[in-house]
């Protein structure tokens, strides 16, 4: 028969300056496993949420990301009158070859300064004459929000900048101006792209924004919505296979999924490195405070013995003792890890060499982990003092003061 | 009865617990001052690169490149000693594009006798025939200085990649597209650690043939000073030559040059510094429940003692003192462990640091933050211990 998990309850409840500095030990531990996580999903989901399932994105072969790529305008065309291109309701196809470079900007807060990407992108309301002078829209990245100015206008030296590094570099407040080579460009808007990476970038017109970096006529990436997104791996064939194009594609979703792989694996496994020893560190807080249970109740236990309850129901009692320990540590854990969710924080993405602003994301998945980490950590540390509590000689104990 | 055995035989008392909490202190100063050496890492890779050389970048970024025909005009900028270059490559191994490592083209004439003194020639492919080197280039490089599609590797690389002397090895470029084959002429070994162990060097003049059609487009421009205090105005100067110029550029110290990657890590720092905070005070929780239990334990034999004649000031010392034990050694053993094993093991996080030093002063701190967190565990206990009346010390039951 078990011992009642009550008795256990009472126990932990019983010395509460032990349980709270023991339980706060592996809440610390479970706190930073959480962040580590939450590090690592908050950047990846950043990357993620750039790119459509439904576009597909083209580079230069042997590119690994956009700023090695070069597509030249002719290879461009070709991609723009494909009849797999999806058309917007003016009728014209929904591509935007895209300008991207990096340009070196002293951050805002703290010394040095880092590298923000700019994205030329084709603007899509120039169609229209009476449109020249209408700030533009994107139909191709529709998560695309303004959220103070305005886009800026199609064949103008505007540009908008991504609000999460808006406020993380100099000279990115609206009316503020930011020089490439000769050309003086004003920012005019700040904008939103529901997380996305595109939300630390610098957009503006690729025909203005071109000449001014004497890019000419090579684009870095060709993004296209597609009119069937079933029919990608065979549009994948057909692209690569045409000796005119020397371009590769891929989807745009996949693509960014790809740029995110090598930090967030770098950040994992540092996460995974500092939490492990961290947590031996606990497991021998949490082995101090059981054995100091296991001690102070000898006779207690010595009585469950005599009444009846097998060594193995006693061994089991504290091991359960042992993981609500650790359980509640693992509550202060999540606790202490919830407000980190949405701090935005910035590094360079090496995969594309530039800064890549994002905010840390708690998922209900890494609170899980966490506490299936601290259970982990309680069954461990109470194992031996368990063992112990088992085999104590009976007569001795009994007989003890 | 000397006071500090009368600590040590306190110390003995629960062999287990003594030893349980040193070893969590012991495990969590390793990594309080693995944490510090990252910190360390980054902090001297600030400091690395010259002073007295200045590099030259275009002022958008550095995937900007310059023209060949600014070599000449920098030159001619009075103060500056020398001029070289290099572009960055960006090529893979094809077997495994996820083994990162660095490539260069260099302008070997120019380069090679500008960090002559930062590198060691180890091993070097013997000269077919006999050539006159420019001055200040090691003659064993001779192989490598006639051979167009030459390169030299880092010694690093060239065991970590298994190569072999005179082999051909292909890189497949990012930038510059195609496969590139090269063949490894010499192997270096870096006397500096601002210079790389595990790059890979080869000729520019191959990189402007095959993957510039002769363009002539250059990544940095490496300038040599004839005094240092002048590299402040020597570098206006070039940045104004070019301000209006199709390529504007940007010229600061090798130091500020390097400063700036290890800048673009952004909010690194702060992490790992709140990690280290979160470590330091599990342990002090960890500790503090140790001697509270201890001083638990212990009430009647301090009510002893007190009978004994001890005096209050003299059992909170020794409370104290007993706390400040335990993570002091714990302390020790961790932080001097973390200087051992990871500047033993070499350990350069796959090439994204330059080799990882903890500094004495980051085991110092190490510690003195154990030593501390000790006497701050202890603090209560031996309040509670001093202030123990001996009436109620003797009369409590365990």
Request: aromatic share 8%.
């Amino acid at each position: 028969m078990p011992i009642p998990i009550s008795y256990n309850f009472r126990n932990v409840l019983q010395r509460p300056v032990s349980t709270l500095t023991t339980a706060i030990g592996v809440g610390l531990t479970v706190a930073i496993f959480i962040g580590a996580l939450a590090l690592a999903n908050g950047f990846q989901a950043a990357l993620a949420e750039s790119g459509s399932p439904a576009n597909a994105l083209a580079l230069r072969k042997g590119a690994d990301s956009e700023i090695s790529s070069g597509v030249a305008r002719e290879q461009a065309d070709i991609l723009r009158s494909l009849p797999d291109v999806a058309t917007g309701p003016d009728g014209r196809p929904l591509v935007s070859p895209d300008l991207v470079v990096v340009t070196t900007k002293p951050r805002l807060g703290q010394p040095g300064s880092s590298n923000i990407t700019v994205r030329g992108v084709e603007p899509t309301a120039a169609a229209d004459v009476q449109a020249v002078a209408q700030p533009v829209t994107f139909p191709l990245r529709a998560q695309v929000r303004i959220t103070s100015g305005r886009a800026f206008r199609a064949g103008s030296d505007e540009v908008i900048v991504g609000e999460r590094i808006s406020r993380r570099f100099a000279n990115c407040a609206i009316g503020d101006h930011i020089r490439f080579q000769q050309r003086e460009f004003t920012v005019v808007g700040h904008f939103t792209a529901n997380g996305a990476s595109f939300e630390s970038e610098i957009w503006g017109d690729v025909a203005v924004l071109m000449p001014a970096l004497q890019r000419d006529n090579v684009f870095q990436s060709v993004t296209f919505r597609m009119r069937d997104p079933a029919r990608f791996e065979a549009l994948k064939h057909q692209i690569e296979s045409d000796p005119r194009l020397g371009l590769q594609l891929r989807r745009e979703s996949e693509f960014y999924a790809s740029q995110s792989e090598q930090l967030s694996t770098v950040i994992r496994f540092m996460g995974v490195f500092i939490t492990i020893i961290m947590a031996v560190g606990a497991i021998f807080g949490a082995m101090n405070t059981m054995y100091a249970a296991v001690g102070s109740r000898t006779r207690e236990i010595a009585t469950l013995l005599v009444l009846g309850f097998s060594p193995a129901a006693v061994m089991m009692s504290f091991v359960i003792e042992s993981v609500i320990l650790a359980l509640l540590g693992g509550l202060i854990g999540c606790l202490l890890a919830l407000p980190i969710n949405g701090i935005v924080t910035s590094t360079t993405n090496f995969s594309s060499f530039s800064e890549v602003a994002f905010a840390f994301r708690v998922t209900a998945q890494s609170l899980l982990a966490g506490l299936i980490f601290a259970a982990g950590m309680g069954l461990v540390g109470g194992f031996l003092p368990a063992l112990r509590a088992a085999r104590q000689p009976l007569a001795q104990s009994l007989r003890e003061n | 009865m000397n006071f500090l055995k009368l600590v040590l035989v306190n110390l003995g008392r629960n062999k287990r617990r003594t030893i349980l909490t040193t070893l969590s202190v012991t495990v969590a100063l390793f990594l309080f001052c693995a944490l510090g050496g990252v910190l360390d890492t980054l902090a001297e890779s600030i400091k690395v690169g010259s002073e007295t050389r200045l590099v030259t970048r275009n002022a958008i970024s550095l995937i900007f490149p310059m023209p060949l025909a600014y070599r000449d005009r920098i030159a001619a900028v009075p103060g500056v000693k020398a001029v070289t270059f290099q572009n960055w490559f960006g090529g893979q191994d094809p077997a495994n594009p996820h083994n990162f490592f660095a490539q260069f083209g260099i302008d070997s004439r120019t380069y090679l006798p500008e960090y002559a003194s930062d590198i060691d020639v180890v091993a070097a492919s013997p000269a077919q025939a006999t050539v006159a080197l420019p001055p200040g280039i090691d003659p064993r490089l001779a192989a490598y200085m006639v051979e167009r599609t030459a390169c030299i590797v880092g010694e690093k690389l060239f065991t970590r990649m298994g190569w072999k002397l005179g082999q051909t090895v292909t890189l497949a470029g990012t930038i510059y597209p195609g496969s590139w084959p090269m063949t490894i002429r010499a192997v270096y070994r870096s006397k500096n650690k601002s210079f790389g162990d595990e790059t890979l060097f080869f000729h520019w003049d191959y990189l402007n043939e095959k993957g510039m059609g002769g363009k002539g487009l250059v990544g940095v421009y490496v300038l040599q000073l004839d005094t240092p205090d002048q590299a402040a105005s020597i570098g206006k100067q070039v940045d104004a030559i070019f301000e209006n110029s199709s390529a504007a550029t940007r010229t600061e110290s090798e130091r500020a040059f390097q400063a700036g990657f290890v800048s673009m890590y952004g909010n690194l720092p702060f992490v790992i510094r709140v990690i280290g905070l979160a470590v330091a005070f599990a342990i002090l929780l960890v500790a503090a429940n140790t001697m509270v239990m201890a001083i638990r334990e212990r009430t009647s034999e301090i009510g002893v003692l007190k009978t004994l004649g001890f005096e209050d000031g003299t059992v909170f010392r020794m409370v104290l003192i007993e706390a400040a034990a335990i993570t002091l050694i714990g302390g020790a053993i961790g932080a001097l462990g973390a200087k051992f094993a990871i500047e033993g093991s070499g350990f350069n996080a796959g090439g994204m640091l330059p080799q990882m030093s903890v500094h004495w002063s980051t085991v110092g701190t190490g510690v003195a933050v154990a030593l501390l967190v000790g006497a701050v565990s202890g603090l209560i206990p031996a309040w509670q211990a001093s202030r123990l009346r001996i009436v109620d010390a003797l009369r409590r039951v365990n």
